[in-house]
């Protein structure tokens, strides 16, 4: 059987003209899928579809996953997701995924843009230069984490080790994640897509849970972000995201 009407609309929608070999060879499991990452999924979370395709695209990248990313970047592109938000994507992921594993995206992003009539390079997006990397860095780091976990991590860290901290600020926040072309709380629910799908991060996960929160993403928007990353990296390190988030912040019961 072919994917339900709603699932295979909102499927046309997002990859027109677009035939999968897989429902030639495949159509059972199509059809599962389908049904359930572009019908099911959607009933639940506040996410728009560019926001959507944005973590979906993060995660692709954060599980090395280079065939799905560039069919899914078609469909960011046709969903309205700029040239300069797709490759600060793929910058951003640099500082989590390392540039080893994001070199083949970047690659990728760069042919589909080309194909597309785009000129390469797009306009600078960085916001620090050389001089003043630490600086900036230490800005954003400290809107995103709080100035008290900023100021512990770096008490706490040993003097052989402080190295490793002023590296996350000035070339991880300065050079990167204060980049302009994506707004900071998009970034930071880009960090926390890419932090779930990578797996093994969770103490990580928990700080970039109460980073969103300090930016002004609710527990509703990451668990709308969890929800639509479940097709696409499955239930065990959805589930653990899912602790670190409820660690993080509880769900509020009744009383």
Request: hydrophobic share 40%; net charge negative.
């Amino acid at each position: 059987m072919p994917p339900n009407d709603r699932a295979r609309r909102n499927h046309d929608e997002l990859f027109p003209r677009h035939v999968s070999t897989l429902a030639r060879t495949d159509p059972e499991l199509v059809e599962v899928f389908q049904n359930f990452a572009f019908d099911e999924i959607l009933e639940h979370g506040s996410l728009d579809p560019r926001r959507r395709l944005m973590v979906q695209l993060a995660s692709m990248i954060a599980c090395g996953a280079l065939s799905e990313f560039r069919v899914m970047a078609e469909a960011a592109l046709t969903a309205g997701v700029s040239p300069v938000e797709l490759k600060e994507i793929v910058y951003q992921a640099v500082p989590y995924a390392g540039m080893a594993r994001v070199c083949d995206f970047l690659h990728s992003t760069n042919d589909l843009l080309t194909e597309r009539g785009i000129d390469l390079p797009l306009p600078s997006q960085s916001t620090s230069s050389p001089a003043d990397r630490m600086e900036r860095g230490l800005e954003v780091q400290k809107r995103v984490l709080g100035d008290d976990a900023v100021d512990r991590m770096y008490a706490s860290a040993p003097d052989d080790e402080r190295y490793i901290q002023r590296y996350m600020t000035g070339n991880g926040f300065g050079d990167h994640i204060g980049r302009s072309g994506i707004d900071l709380p998009t970034r930071e629910l880009l960090t926390f897509a890419m932090l779930v799908s990578l797996g093994g991060c969770e103490p990580q996960v928990k700080g970039h849970v109460a980073g969103n929160l300090n930016v002004g993403n609710d527990r509703a928007m990451l668990l709308s972000v969890l929800t639509q990353l479940v097709p696409f990296i499955g239930y065990p390190r959805v589930l653990n995201g899912l602790r670190a988030l409820d660690e993080a912040a509880p769900p509020q019961t009744e009383s």
